[in-house]
């Protein structure tokens, strides 16, 4: 049972139906209440990254991965439904470091100073990091900067954060026949500092609770495994600067 979670027992955490994902994201609010009253403050700036989650490959035909593509269902599986229930429709192939992965993707904002996932978006994997950030950015923050790496880097988005009024700490990156300077090569290093704190969680979520494969079908049942992996690790780092720092400021 979740330490301070509002919903009834009858319908607590565990027993939550699939299509219900913003109960999900309710209980992680629940969370955020939590650190406050015991002196952590979880608003000290925001880091944005993705994480791809992957998911058992379909073997599909060229014929049938278009026909999905475009939102449709193949005519070969109108008629075999036991064989349409064991294809996931939603999920995408993407490309990272020159290798395939299938699957979906977890967006996350992570607090600066305490690593607890703040908020998170799924998706399939071929949405682009940058397309997920609506859905991540968070105002009424201490800290005013945002660090992310290069692949969020761009002029809508510099433009968004100073709407915001949040000050950018995003990589910069360098383009053809123009490489970053030596300046730039260190402001990248001295953001990476920072940054990096993201990887810690993917590296929870990968190495110490089970692997980051996720064995449903279809978006609805991956947000709920991926947003309901969140919340264990939020639950998990709750109990930890406890015992670095029992007695916060």
Same mark, same amino acid.
């Given at each position: 049972?979740?330490?301070? $979670?509002?919903?009834?027992? =009858?319908?607590?955490?565990?027993?939550?139906?699939? =299509?219900?994902?913003?109960?999900? =994201? @309710?209980? @992680?609010? $629940?969370?955020? /209440?939590i650190w406050p009253r015991r002196g952590y403050i979880a608003r000290g700036g925001q880091i944005l990254d993705a994480s791809i989650v992957p998911v058992p490959r379909n073997h599909n035909t060229r014929d049938e991965n278009a026909t999905i593509k475009k939102g449709e269902v193949s005519e070969d599986w109108a008629d075999k439904s036991a064989k349409r229930v064991q294809k996931d429709v939603d999920a995408r192939w993407t490309k990272k470091?020159?290798? @395939?992965?299938?699957?979906?993707?977890?967006?996350?904002? /992570? %607090?600066?100073?305490?690593?607890?996932?703040?908020?998170y978006h799924v998706t399939d994997a071929a949405v682009h990091d940058s397309q997920a950030v609506d859905h991540l950015l968070m105002?009424?923050?201490?800290?005013?900067? /945002?660090?992310? %790496?290069?692949?969020?880097?761009?002029?809508?988005?510099?433009?968004k954060l100073r709407a915001l009024k949040l000050? @950018? #700490?995003? #990589?910069?990156?360098?383009?053809?026949?123009?490489?970053?300077? %030596?300046?730039?090569?260190?402001?990248n290093r001295t953001k990476s500092t920072v940054r990096v704190r993201v990887e810690h969680i993917f590296g929870a979520l990968a190495n110490d609770m089970g692997g980051t494969l996720v064995?449903?079908?279809?978006? /609805?049942r991956a947000k709920a495994k991926i947003g309901m992996k969140n919340l264990a690790y939020n639950m998990r780092r709750l109990g930890q600067p406890g015992r670095i720092n029992p007695h916060p400021a």
């Open positions: 049972m979740l330490i301070g $979670c509002p919903m009834p027992r =009858r319908r607590g955490c565990i027993a939550m139906r699939w =299509r219900r994902p913003a109960r999900w =994201r @309710s209980c @992680s609010g $629940c969370l955020t /209440v470091h020159g290798k @395939s992965h299938y699957g979906y993707k977890n967006h996350i904002n /992570v %607090d600066r100073t305490h690593k607890l996932v703040r908020r105002q009424g923050n201490i800290g005013s900067g /945002v660090w992310a %790496d290069a692949a969020y880097r761009s002029e809508k988005m510099e433009a000050k @950018s #700490h995003i #990589h910069r990156k360098g383009n053809r026949g123009k490489p970053l300077t %030596d300046q730039a090569k260190g402001s064995r449903t079908i279809g978006l /609805v």
